[in-house]
């Protein structure tokens, strides 16, 4: 009876702190949508300038309506024009235009059509017509449809092919009953190049957003953040404390600048696609290549894959020891400093349309490289190396290292200095013991298994030198993009060493600010 | 003049062979259009029947204007029922319902709104009203467009805002000259209504496009790709007779297999959104959690840029000797056999919607991972190793293999047996001759410039082994995220041993099956 009462009670405490929560959610609402509609502004500006030119075009289109010697002359058909505007304006200049030509000729194409079919239905008797005109309907919409599957209509006229069905079933089915079909179909075309008009007069004049503009703009950003990531990366990888980083790995600050690259293949094709019906608004009489920035974007998502495999280095359950790693420490940032800092180069280079440097692939990294390699090959036994009498050194200092890492988190990782054998037999009794908490239990096991090898620590290190050195490789293919977007887009020639150095320096400064400040670039070990 | 003469006779060459060109090309166009027609539906012959579901639909919403005692009851307004199923039939159920039921409640919102505008504006002279309709318009065409930057309401709901603003518009604006406005309004939903039950009729009960199976299907794909492009690096890498690839990376059949896992972002989101719009079409009771899906989409594209990593390896400038390679083959070949047969078991397992079983981070996988670490620790001077003895043996070895690579290729690479200083003192050279045909040139200055660094060729090696242990450490969280799946969505219980059993043997068939012929899978060196 009393755990009865209990349990009640508790029900009841329950149901009132429930409805508490409830009313604080009610209560706080007001300010998180204010929040959320300031936010929504502040992070682009031009979504209020574009919805009060939304507002604006509406409010034109139904003076058409509202005026009456307007209303005069067009009459009751100027609802087109409203339904028109609501449709086809959009955020860009180029999407607009896309979606209001395709409107244009998606009309004009369905209204011959549709006349040609009302010219061979209109010899014939009632029944028939209606037969004929159920024909017809079927047989249009569905070769329109399977045209939409086409890749190249998908891309390009994909609501063109819908406005043009929708077109020609309305003038098809209600010449039927309708009789002066061609002073319908007329007045449409008509009030619908009105909307048309004025949308396009609002895109284009009124503080326009340009595709093309946002497509540059994002093309320099992506590599700007390659540079950042990768700085970052190096930088965490040589600190001198282990940080231990919880939660998702979405909140990874390195991994948030390299995401923007690795998803941006739908955006860049939209980008593109809209912008290759923008008109020209530079000096330049020539088609401009944006489809070579979607081949660029494809390039710099390919080497966005290896900055993700270096990220994933630092992730990584086995890991060189930081008295190892300390010893390529300033080679490494070296390497990864000129990566970023010709990544920034290349940023700036197409920031100002001008083609990028010849030497851009330059003495500085390849000196870098070249430290590096030295470094490296002076650490005998680490790798395939010549020297051989400074083995035990080496192998005395990693296992420094090791016991030096054994005693500091002696309770999560003993199993690193245990046999494979017993760590093995360790693994499977668990496993049978505990059946039920799979999920408990898993990343600890897969830790066991993989820390239990004792796998060369210094093999997640020639991992990581690997990478970057495929870095360097791949840095290439993205220099040849650049040049060739320089080529075919006719960016200003490239000039003097003096801009070059300057645009280096302050590249460099960039670099300089994006690092940590506890660690000096160049720190003394 | 000869020369003048001989240049107008080329020209005119030139024209009759552009001429031909432009025939040929407009012979053979029909056959081209055919093909291209055929292949549409060959690939997915569901596209037929959807064009033929739009052409039924489309004819069966004529009938209301073309049938006589339809038509009395309807009348002109059939128009919209028209419009609605050209622009709502979709080709999966979850899109045809997502849209159709956006404009439903848009419809009824904004006809809402427009009334309670219309009740003010009724009370107030002509030109008052006049003006008070068009401020009406303004704000809301403003409101309604901000709106749609909200990521939630963009998300789900961007259509029937976009039809909100219509219908509010046109019934707003169509009030100040019609009187009976709750006339037409009451018919337009009436039609509206009619339109989207012949869609939902169309595309719930004729031949059914699941958004969810394809999502689904989808993912159990992406994984056995996933397998395959694992399976098919490895066996490249380990190839006896190097294969010169020529051409664009986008045609190398490795490349195909993950670059469908790495583009998968954004057609997941749109499937798990139509998908959420779906009715139950199971058994059980709940409401199937697609958003996993889009989750462990994210996860999987995660491990696939690993395997863009280790794919990168096969095309890295420096590599380790074939000779050296070989000594890692069958441990290296074994891992990876596990690695992709454990894919494999979970593709399997989200097909048939069953929960995996326990042990699939399995002994095999451990075994596999040990055999790999005895052979790199067996294997002196290569890694951080604690056999010293065996060291000249080794370096003999890979001073054997390094001269061999040398005799094979030495017109091309002989630079890599050069010291660093020549090798940068040419490079400096060739630059300064030849600034102008930097594009040819460039290529192989990138490639002098890395692979004189005489860097261990046993780096890229490491970084191979590296990547398959940092494979089987992210397959953790792929098995995990396939467990997390499991349990929201209720798949069947994992039952006996003997069922992972059969299905590991199926698997390990199927695996068999992708290697190629000429590489046994644990072949004898």
Chains 1, 2 share one sequence.
Not at 139 to 155: D, E, V
Not at 178 to 197: P, Q, S, W
Not at 377 to 386: A, D, E, T
Not at 419 to 430: F, H, Q, V, Y
């Amino acid at each position: 009876m009393a755990e009865d009462r209990n349990s009640h009670q508790g029900k009841q405490e329950q149901k009132i702190t429930m409805l508490d929560k409830f009313v604080m959610k009610m209560r706080s609402l007001p300010r998180e949508i204010c929040r959320t509609i300031w936010k929504i502004g502040h992070e682009d500006p031009r979504r209020v300038i574009h919805a009060l030119k939304v507002g604006l075009s509406l409010t034109l289109v139904s003076l058409l309506y509202l005026m009456e010697p307007l209303f005069e002359g067009i009459g009751q058909n100027a609802i087109w024009a409203v339904m028109t505007v609501v449709v086809v304006l959009e955020f860009t200049v180029g999407a607009t235009l896309c979606k209001g030509l395709n409107r244009g000729l998606g009309t004009i194409c369905a209204g011959s059509l549709a006349f040609f079919i009302e010219y061979i239905a209109n010899e014939t008797g009632l029944v028939f017509r209606a037969v004929f005109i159920g024909l017809a309907v079927f047989f249009i919409g569905t070769a329109a449809t399977y045209l939409r599957f086409f890749p190249k209509i998908k891309k390009n006229y994909d609501y063109g092919v819908v406005i043009f069905l929708l077109t020609f079933n309305l003038i098809t089915v209600s010449s039927y009953r309708v009789h002066n079909v061609l002073k319908v179909a007329h007045e449409r075309f008509y009030t619908i190049a009105i909307g048309v008009g004025i949308c396009l007069l609002m895109s284009f004049l009124v503080f326009p957003n340009w595709s093309g503009e946002e497509l540059h703009n994002s093309t320099v950003i992506k590599l700007e953040s390659l540079a950042r990531s990768i700085e970052a990366c190096i930088s965490e990888y040589f600190q001198d404390q282990e940080i231990v980083v919880e939660g998702r790995s979405s909140e990874d600050p390195i991994y948030k600048s390299y995401k923007a690259v690795l998803d941006s293949k739908s955006i860049d094709e939209t980008l593109a696609l809209h912008a290759s019906w923008e008109p020209r608004h530079s000096r330049h009489c020539y088609r401009y290549p944006w489809q070579q920035y979607v081949k660029f974007g494809a390039v710099l998502r390919h080497f966005g894959y290896t900055a993700v495999a270096l990220h994933g280095c630092l992730q990584s359950e086995i890991q060189t020891p930081r008295s190892v790693r300390a010893l390529f420490k300033n080679p490494c940032i070296r390497v990864a400093g000129e990566l970023s800092k010709v990544l920034m180069e290349l940023a700036d280079s197409i920031r100002h349309r001008r083609r990028c440097a010849p030497g851009l692939l330059s003495d500085n990294l390849h000196a870098a490289l070249q430290d590096l390699n030295n470094t490296i090959k002076s650490q005998p036994r680490l790798f395939l190396g010549s020297n051989s009498n400074q083995t035990t050194n080496m192998i005395a200092l990693a296992a420094a290292a090791a016991n030096q890492k054994h005693e500091k988190d002696s309770g999560v990782s003993l199993s690193s200095v245990k046999t494979d054998t017993s760590a093995l037999i360790e693994w499977k009794t668990r496993r049978v013991t505990d059946q039920s908490e799979r999920k408990v239990l898993r990343p600890t096991l897969s830790k066991l298994a993989i820390t239990s090898l004792e796998f060369s620590e210094a093999l997640p290190f020639a991992a990581f030198a690997s990478l970057l050195l495929e870095m360097v490789v791949r840095l290439d293919l993205v220099i040849e993009q650049v040049e060739e977007l320089g080529k075919v887009a006719h960016f200003k020639e490239f000039k003097s060493d003096i801009e070059i150095i300057i645009a280096r320096e302050k590249s460099q400064r960039e670099c300089r600010r994006e690092l940590p400040p506890n660690l000096p670039s160049q720190g003394i070990e």
